[in-house]
């Protein structure tokens, strides 16, 4: 299973290496920059589960990169820890109103960083199994979006997706690597709508494997082929060596029968709302249910545009 992802900013290369060192030691993935705009870049990118960044750089400081990350949906909800080596109340006041995890002065101990990041991580674990698992944007929250992009009479698309054979994945590998699963997908969805939407576009995860994107884009199947691509590409990561080369799994229902289930696929329905009149939330969700539909009759990761007019 993939490890935990932890950005490194800090325009001291000697200190990069250092921390690096120790958070590699505890069994964590490293990525590093130099300098506040190449972090922003890597964050993007690679989507880190957790920011560890210098308060004081040269161009952009640690500030405003988390200023930027809070002002972008995609990304404000991305644990972060600021380190300095300063030590006034109004660094720290600075740090928290901007919604920082937690902030640390340097020299500090080794041990004490390892338990501040393991705590962060504790608590997002609590999310996960409160039901927020990808940490971002819940039901709720997904319908009031949907409503608000109604009632402003702007033309966008919905792309709601769901995982086919998720049920079958968790009874045979259990809830921690399904949970695994979903927050890979997370991540494959904020790469695509980072690569090719715009900061206006939604991320939100609805309940379970069902996932939505809200966007502007005026291509959407282009996002769609992009995350087929790259989902099928991972998936097969999560199985077993022996089921990942059968391409299925054999599970045994309440009478001892074998039944097979194939790998996990994505199903996405597209619902421009520029072709029909959408006027509420339950409208354009029934819409995107009897799509996804006519996708998942396909048998493998696909999507369909519903192209009609009334």
């Known amino acids: 299973m993939s490890r935990k992802k932890i950005i490194v900013i800090d325009d001291s290369k000697a200190f990069q290496e250092t921390i690096s060192e120790i958070l590699s030691f505890e069994g964590f993935e490293v990525i590093k920059a130099s300098s506040g705009s190449e972090g922003l870049e890597k964050i993007y990118g690679a989507s880190p589960d957790l920011v560890l960044l210098d308060c004081v750089m040269p161009g952009i400081d640690g500030y405003n990169v988390v200023r930027a990350m809070r002002e972008d949906p995609l990304l404000f909800n991305k644990p972060v820890i600021m380190l300095t080596g300063k030590d006034t109340e109004f660094d720290e006041i600075t740090g928290l109103e901007l919604g920082i995890d937690d902030y640390i002065v340097k020299p500090f101990d080794p041990g004490v960083l390892i338990t501040r990041i393991k705590a962060i991580f504790s608590r997002s674990e609590e999310f996960i199994s409160s039901g927020s698992l990808a940490l971002l944007s819940g039901n709720t929250a997904v319908k009031e979006e949907i409503e608000k992009r109604i009632k402003s009479d702007f033309s966008f698309t919905i792309i709601s ?33 980072r690569e090719m939407g715009s900061k206006e576009d939604f991320v939100g995860h609805v309940s379970g494997d069902d996932f939505v994107i809200l966007t502007k884009f005026d291509k959407p199947e282009i996002i769609c082929e992009r995350l087929i691509k790259l989902f099928d590409e991972s998936v097969a990561m999560y199985y077993d060596e022996e089921d990942r080369k059968k391409g299925y799994i054999l599970i ?30 339950g409208q354009i969700i029934q819409i995107a249910s009897e799509i996804r539909k006519i996708a998942r009759q396909r048998e493998k990761s696909s999507y369909f545009v519903d192209r009609r007019k009334k």
């Open 161 to 193: 997706a769901n995982l086919n054979n998720f049920k079958s994945f968790n009874d045979m590998y259990g809830f921690q690597r399904g949970d695994e699963l979903i927050k890979s997908t997370v991540s494959l969805f904020l790469k695509v709508v």
């Open 252 to 281: 045994k229902n309440r009478k001892g029968e074998e039944n097979k289930f194939p790998l996990v696929t994505i199903t996405m329905a597209v619902v421009p709302n520029d072709t029909k009149k959408v006027v509420h939330y």
